[in-house]
């Protein structure tokens, strides 16, 4: 397949224009910007240019007289005797292709770029300006930058889709996998400075599995904290409430017990109170009892005792003085005498006393000695006055006694009237009524004292008062009682066990409380939430993704580098003998007939053969320049004939040959002239000294 | 302004003439719609004190098409044993490393630097 000819409408510069081509060589003349490099982007664009896009691509190439407008190109082809017309109008967005032979027609983009794809070889606009378009740069490349050959050949089958090389990219990919494990592996003083990202990831990832088990720890001593905490709040509820339960308890019990006593005290009190009033009532009978009889032995309180006496005395005077009487006369009668006369008794009275005190005299005083002379003259008296004796006679003792009888007959009816007005008899009932009434008076007084004694300052209504409240309290307490509800009778060791059951819970309690307050402490020391540790396994799943992503791309990195080398090798071991013979073809005009053998080594080094040293040698350092550039030059032509084994490829070369001297020119066109053979080769060149190489077209 | 550079200088928001910036065009591309930094740098160069445009997108593997790629070149070569290994991946995750290793070496095989 080659290219017949080339139309173009509207493109760049060119308002119309075209070229045909032979199907050998085209040398395309013309001055600097007049549109040699316009001419390879219209062959592009009419290869490969999808007409209904708009791009960059495309939209750079539109007219420069008319720059709304887009362009047209009309390519006409031969492929295996037959004549085939591509259209591209990219104004209309239209797309149209017939094979002129076989009538075959399309204007789908897709089916026309498989079958030009098919019938030519040409995949694509980057592919094809790598490998059909030999610029002036990449001879120079290898010419004037000492590019090495190999090194030029190797990007060559790389695809040439880009200024790196095969080497560059894998060494790039092992120092990305070594920059993934940078400090991988190491410890103590050789840990790395700047860790790789597996290596700081999966020190992150123990950080955080650490920082996570130190929260978790954490967390866990804080629940458990809070659960130690939440039980002994419930044992201090608990104790609480049994503090309180046993407070009440005892309480009852001191209350039921305080309740009993103050019944006994009251039943004691009222007893007494009831006994007083009892022992009250008893005295009062009995003081009626005596009132009455007071009442009765009222009359005797009036008598005059002395006048009875008075009278009972002078009734025994006069009995006396009656008996006297009738026994001096009894006497007289019996010493049958009428008369009897006897010594005063006054004077014998009189005369002893001062006799005696007369008598002191010798003792004490002479002056009691006039009691003597008192004595006699008192003696003198009695004897000048007669009174010294004294006479008795019967009748007159007769009428004495009658005299007195009578008196004494009298004194004795009034006595006698007397004892009937008070209802006695005789003197003695009257004393003993006194005595009685004295008696009962004396019992009376002594009944009210006592009573007084038992009310002490009190009345008996009160006592009665006090008596009630005491019964009302007594049933209160009781009412109270019962309302304790003890299931048994409190002993004195319930209080006692109660009491030491208190204190051992109050102390239980106050350590209870303690312990809540240290676990507390611990609480909200810990400042650690469940919060945390969720961050912390999200920071951890993120670093854990992470770390898996860096472990799949270093993978993905090996993988490539692997599987490039595979490609490379695979792509060498079958190009490397087109090459070869490409090369070999060429070699001796090349190097006019110096070497006549020539390989590529697997490191992509050219090595020749020296006749002169009888050994291959490194072209690189043995030949010149120029040499090595016309080697490029086949190499290209030849990776062309590797990719199209069949077609009739067009190579461009946009006046790659300036620098070759007017001899290597020449060499240089006899090597086109047999490529021409099999390839369609259209030079782009400024310069007259190509006129010669083949079909000239001017610009 | 074409209509495409008006887009991606729609993404260059905030451009003055004083301000550097650096942008890097990451993800899937479309070859179509293919970036050339260089030429868009060139582009917008007056809108920036320094643009620097990275293009370490990759070709969608849907995009990569073996029939774009002869065997005969290392690149063809390596996307058809690419593919082999993605239709041979017994697990995904062999499949997904295998799909990105493809796409990490056709991009730095057409001359983008994407490796990490």
Redesign the interface.
Known sequence: MFLKSLYLKNFKRFDELKIDFPDDITVVIGPNEKGKSTLVSAIIAGLFYDPK????EI?VLRSWQSPDKFYEIKMEFEANGENCVLLKDFERKKIFFENQATGEKSDDFQEIT?KF?QIG?Y??A??FESTSCVRQEQIASVAVEKKELGRALEDL????????G?GE?IQ??EK?VADLNRGRGESGWRIAKNPGLIKSLEDKIGKNAETRLAAEEALKKVQDAWLNFWRLEGDFEKISKDIELSKKELENIRTYTSLRKEMADAKVKLEEISGDLREIEGLRKKISQLDAYLEKLEPYRAVDYNEFLNVLHSIKVREERLEELRERREILRSQGKKTKEFINPLLIYLMLPLTAAGALGFFFSPWFFFAWILEGILLLWFAFSHRTLKRLTDAELQNQIVGLEKELTEIKKQLANKFEAYNVESFEELEEAKQYLAQFEKEKHLLESKIEGILRNQTAETLKAKQHELAGRLLVDEAKIERIQLTREPENRDVIALENRLENSAKEKEKLQKEMIETKAVISQTRVSEDDIFNLEAQMGQLERKLQKAF??E???K??AE??S???K??EK??RGVLEKYMREFLAEITDGRYRQISITDDWLLKVFSPEKGEEILPDGQLSQGTIDQFYLVARFA?LK??FPQARPLIILDDPFQSFDKKRRQKTKKILKELSREFQILLLTHSDDYNDWGTVKKL | MTSWIFRLTKLLKGNAPNLIRTVNIKGFSDPELAVIPDELEEELQDKFFILRINDVSHPKIELIEEKNYPPETVIGRFIRLMKERIGAAATEEEKRIAEEALRIGVAELEGKEVIE
Do not use: M
């Open positions: 896009k708009r791009n960059r939209e498989e794809r070889g995949r694509n980057k592919l089958i790389g695809g040439g889709f880009g200024s790196r095969f990219i790039r990919l990305a799949e791309k993978k993905v990195y993988l490539t599987v490039l595979q490609a490379k695979e792509t079958d190009s990776f590797l990719l």
